[in-house]
């Protein structure tokens, strides 16, 4: 028994000061990366880091992240590195392209707020022209028709809405505005109906007019569905 | 974004005659780009953000000090754009053309107006 504790004891011992050598001190960071512009991009960022510094590359996330920047996960010893070295290293590096990587620091969205001028310009000549029509809403059994225009949702308007309809989707990150939060409608009376049937008709800004894709029932699922979208904090 | 971005031009027909519709070309070398890229098609396929967009957001034309129109842009236009649009010449005032990207940045051209024979 005494040989079994001793040895034990040896070995968790060794095992301690073994983690302890190995990972003592160390901090994972996270790095939003501008630059990665194809697979090769990818590849080369990673393995370039690599042979420059002494780090532990975890992860880079590529999809699902929050601001829809790459996130890169590296673990290092901020007694050996620094974050700011790190972040000098990654804008050093090329692409096989020749195209340099470099942290993202800048807004979440990049669409400054609209100057006076343009304020101005939209109240002499308006937004947009909307002809709305006094529509009444058909829809008998609500609790299908939301469950229809969920999966409508999910399939259609998630991309570029967000999924929790926060405006937020994957590739609504070039667009000139930015989506529309779609819990703006939770709990809407049939005074919003004209208007939501109109944009999901005719589209706005960047969206395009499901008019043409979705049946009159098909929208009225939709706008269902749309009414029921709580913002997340409240789910 | 880096590179400085100049002025626009502006060009107007040459023979110009009281209320005759006149022809203006506008030329911007702005950049325009999504800022998305696929990096990744090993699962399912999804765009990334690989550079800041950047994109006209707004051209604003006036004729003498009215506003006569509003073109609201997207990154969907193509780098160094040229507009082409026309003017009923009721006056002898300058075009001016206003151009505003999305980071709120402005540039303007402006020519001057008059009636020849």
């Not at chain 1, 990366?33 to 370039?48: D, N, V």
């Not at chain 2, 800022?35 to 090993?42: E, I, V």
Request: include cysteine; hydrophobic fraction near 40%.
């Amino acid at each position: 028994m005494k040989k079994f504790l001793r040895i034990f004891g040896i070995s968790y011992c060794f095992t301690f000061f073994l983690f302890q050598t190995i990972f003592a001190g160390t901090v994972v960071d996270k790095f939003k990366i501008e630059g990665i512009i194809s697979i090769a991009s990818t590849k080369a960022l990673q393995s370039e880091l690599l042979k420059k510094m002494d780090i532990k590359i975890i992860d880079l996330n590529l999809k699902k992240t929050d601001s829809g920047w790459p996130v890169l996960r590296i673990e290092y010893d901020p007694d050996i590195i620094s974050k700011n070295k790190i972040e000098t290293v990654i804008g050093e590096i090329e692409d096989p392209a020749g195209h340099k990587y470099k942290v993202h620091k800048g807004p979440l969205i990049a669409n400054a707020n609209l100057i006076d001028e343009e304020n101005q310009a939209m109240t002499i000549l308006g937004d947009m022209t909307m002809d709305l029509k006094q529509v009444n809403n058909p829809t008998v059994d609500f609790d299908s028709s939301i469950k229809r225009g969920k999966d409508m949702f999910i399939k259609n308007c998630a991309k570029c809405h967000g999924l929790n309809g926060n405006g937020y989707g994957v590739v609504a990150h070039g667009f000139t505005t930015w989506p529309r939060q779609l819990w703006a409608w939770y709990k809407a009376d049939s005074a919003a109906d004209s208007y939501l049937y109109w944009i999901i008709e005719n589209g706005k800004s960047d969206m395009p007019p499901w008019g043409l894709v979705l049946s009159e029932n098909e929208r009225w699922d939709l706008i269902n569905y749309i009414k029921t979208i709580k913002k997340p904090e409240e789910n | 974004m880096a590179e400085k971005i100049k002025p626009p031009r502006i060009r107007v027909s040459r023979r110009i005659k009281k209320n005759k519709v006149f022809k203006v070309k506008v030329k911007f070398d702005h950049p325009s780009f999504t800022g998305l890229a696929m990096a990744d098609d090993t699962t399912e396929p999804v765009f990334n953000r690989a550079k800041p967009v950047t994109f006209i957001r707004n051209m604003l034309v006036y004729y003498g000090d009215e506003l006569v129109s509003r073109l609201s842009l997207s990154s969907g236009i193509a780098d160094d754009p040229l507009f082409t649009f026309k003017l009923k010449a009721t006056k002898e005032a300058p075009v001016k053309v206003v151009f505003i990207d999305n980071f709120g940045k402005r540039w303007e051209a402006s020519k001057e107006i008059k009636f020849k024979g």
